[in-house]
């Protein structure tokens, strides 16, 4: 998530904060609000449904694999559009790139253990 907004930042210098929207399952969307100085993810990220995710998280720039859908839904916002690579690690703060990698479990698990 901190790739995407750091990558958004530099593609729309303009922009003061964004959405990251990620296409998640089973109809939400991964969404996560970020400051541009000092960079600085301004919340937790959340999977949520569409017209929810829009209420969460209200920034006019969004960037990621749903930031369309997300603006068409808000009925407002700029799409920035961008593909990530690992080059684009250099747009993160140092801090950022110093991060050990680990998973983020935004959902609970779907599957449920079976009882005899």
Known sequence: MALYAATGF????DATELVVALVGGHGEVFVQHFAAAPFLPMGEVASLVPQ?????????????????SFVAVAGHGSCIPCEIAARD???LPPTFKQLQPSPIYVR???AKPLHD
């Not at 530099?10 to 210098?13: F, G, L, Q, R, T």
């Not at 929810?52 to 369309?68: P, R």
């Open 52 to 68: 929810a995710a829009t209420q969460f998280c209200s920034a006019n720039y969004v960037i990621g694999s749903a930031a369309e």
């Open 108 to 110: 609970g698990a779907d």
């Open 10 to 13: 530099a593609d729309s210098p």
């Open 89 to 91: 690690v250099r747009f």
